[in-house]
């Protein structure tokens, strides 16, 4: 793990301390210089200048060929860790998010209410770096976060069902990047041996839970962007609110694994949204990000969370 202050995967502003890391995602710092929002603004409301993308551990269960991290840097064993507490976890992330964005303060082209609130987070994406639910106290970081006002996203790959069971977080999201086990195998590269059957075990978590629900699935160009009925049965064990299906990105370490032509463009993933609301009648509602390539399946129009002011 990269200590505190040093760079992963090439990026300088990739900043961990223990085993919390931080990273502002490219939207947050376009939104605090008034460039853009991230596709979460026009989804789901969050503010993007005030949003944490952060993970309590860099450790990952997965050996995705489309990941963009070192899955290098996924190999030290669990059992060597000494656990920060939840709240030491809060701290870190606010602590190093608002040290990264720092030097947007007097910059002349910020306004400084948007710089303000920058530096006063109101949601955090558990989803930078590795499998989160593999951090001991996931339920009470949530729980955390929630204390302080801050809305949580937590994004899984299913792996572990019962902690997703445990947790409470503002929107759950699960990734299903397959639509069958052999794909699965092939393209996830699960760590553990029953990868496939506990992703599902997981689906029905999702159904059951009361929290808003998302399945995410990346797509890459001719490895697991067919079968548009095997995601559809997938998703409807699934019963999440939302659906989101969005390009692979030609970036990072993927670029190793993969060729450039993996990454489809955003006609294809619209293409492909099309195919799959075929299997979903009720999923009728369709929303788009061109610059994300990322497309929204919904069932409702009222897709953003009541009580947020973007």
């Not at 030491?88 to 964005?101: F, G, N, P, T, Y």
């Not at 007097?106 to 006063?120: C, K, R």
């Not at 947790?167 to 639509?179: E, F, G, K, N, R």
């Not at 969005?246 to 949204?273: Q, T």
């Amino acid at each position: 793990m990269a200590p505190e202050g040093t760079g992963q995967v090439g990026d300088p502003e990739y900043h961990s301390r223990n085993h919390t890391a931080v990273q502002p995602c490219g939207w947050t710092k376009k939104a605090i210089t008034g460039d853009g929002v991230c596709y979460k603004s026009a989804f789901y409301g969050i503010a993007s200048h005030r949003c944490v993308q952060m993970t309590p551990v860099v450790r990952c269960n997965e050996r995705c060929v489309f990941c963009w991290r070192d899955h290098a840097g996924h190999a030290h064993a669990l059992e060597e860790t000494q656990w920060d507490d939840p709240e030491a976890v809060v701290e870190a992330s606010i602590e190093l998010q608002r040290k990264l964005l720092s030097g947007y303060g007097g910059n002349e082209e910020v306004d400084e209410t948007t710089f303000e609130e920058a530096m006063d987070p109101q949601h955090v994406a558990i989803s930078l770096d590795g499998e989160p639910t593999l951090y001991p106290y996931l339920p009470e970081l949530i729980e955390a976060y929630h204390e302080r006002d801050i809305t949580t996203f937590l994004v899984s790959n299913g792996t572990r069902p019962t902690v997703l069971a445990e947790c409470d977080p503002t929107q759950l999201y699960v990734s299903v990047d397959a639509p069958d086990r052999d794909t699965y195998n092939e393209v996830v590269q699960p760590m553990v041996e029953d990868g496939w059957d506990r992703l599902m075990d997981s689906l029905d978590v999702m159904a059951k839970t009361d929290t808003r629900t998302t399945i995410r699935t990346t797509l890459v160009e001719g490895h697991n962007d067919h079968d548009a009925a095997g995601y559809a049965r997938l998703f409807e064990r699934a019963d999440p609110d939302f659906i989101e299906l969005k390009a692979y990105m030609h970036v990072g370490r993927s670029r190793e694994r993969l060729d450039r032509s993996a990454m489809p463009d955003h006609d294809r993933v619209v293409a492909f949204a099309k195919a799959v609301q075929e299997h979903l009648p009720a999923f009728d509602v369709m929303k788009a990000s061109p610059p994300s390539r990322v497309v929204l399946l919904a069932r409702e129009e009222a897709t953003q969370i009541d009580g947020l002011d973007a």
